[in-house]
């Protein structure tokens, strides 16, 4: 620790009469033999009672900047320095007296010495250094941001507006598409009404054609059918006849062999031969 050459500055946070923390604000420069701190950069927080800053050299005596420093701002103040131990720092207040322990109170000069805790000017200069940091800070910021806020808000206005046109213009097209599609709808209805019936139509005539078609191949099989009845009788009728002229034939025959005698039988060729010489 004791090859530290730069001096540190920070802030101190006190809770419970003690101190619990130690911050840096932004901005603090180090260097060899001094370190600034930018007040204006302190926060609006009452528990921020006091600073700490290092002397590498050793010596824990303030400088006369730091006793104006001490003057300025905060209650308690420690400087901390070689050989950076335990007990190698000191507490001082505003009066200027020096203070040594393991922890410093938090409190001013006058409660170290059993003083009340009441508004004492010190705090009161306090308040309204810290109030002044956060107005000039404020006003900084409001000058940085008042500018480009009111264009953000322009454009996010003129956007809005853009944004509730479309919309109108989309829901005007949405609404003029529902009025498309109830008429389609519509349409859609009607055809399919007319399709139906027209199937129905188609339906009848098909079964009426399918109708005739069956009843005039029925008809023609009952033409077939009587044709058929009509050659198959007419052949069974002459196979009878046939057979009957057959048997007859045979039955005379049979007879005539039966009666015929030799002189019929001479007689019979002899008329034929005479018919036969008739004939040529």
């Known amino acids: 620790m004791t090859g530290i050459k730069n001096e540190f500055a920070g802030q101190l946070r006190a809770r419970g009469g003690r101190i619990h923390e130690l911050t840096m ?33 050793g010596n824990y005596w303030p400088s006369d900047q730091d006793i104006e420093f001490f003057n300025k701002f905060g209650r308690v103040h420690i400087i901390v320095g070689a050989p950076f131990s335990a007990r190698s720092w000191r507490a001082r207040s505003r009066l200027r007296r020096r203070r040594s322990g393991r922890s410093p109170p938090a409190g001013g000069g006058e409660a170290a010495h059993g003083g009340g805790h009441g508004i004492t000017p010190e705090k009161v200069t306090d308040f309204i250094w810290r109030t002044v940091n956060f107005l000039v800070f404020a006003a ?82 009952k033409d077939m059918a009587a044709m058929t009845i009509a050659a198959e009788t007419k052949k069974a009728a002459a196979d009878l006849k046939q057979e009957i002229v057959e048997a007859a034939v045979q039955l005379a025959e049979q007879i005539v062999r039966e009666k015929i005698v030799p002189e019929d039988q001479q007689r019979l060729v002899d008329d034929y031969l005479a018919k036969v010489v008739e004939a040529h």
Do not use: C, Y
């Open 25 to 57: 604000l932004p901005g603090t420069l180090q260097g060899r033999s001094s370190a600034l701190v930018n007040l204006w950069m302190l926060p609006v927080d009452f528990t921020v009672v006091g600073s700490v800053h290092s002397h590498p050299s």
């Open 140 to 221: 900084i910021l409001l000058k940085l941001v008042t500018k480009p806020a009111k264009a953000f808000f322009a454009q996010r206005s003129t956007d809005i507006g853009e944004t509730f046109e479309t919309l109108e213009a989309r829901k005007a097209e949405a609404e003029a598409a529902l009025r498309a599609a109830e008429a389609r709808l519509a349409e859609v209805g009607a055809e399919r009404e007319r399709l139906i019936e027209q199937f129905k139509a188609e339906g009848e005539a098909e079964k009426a054609k399918i109708i005739a078609k069956a009843e005039q191949a029925a008809q023609r099989l």
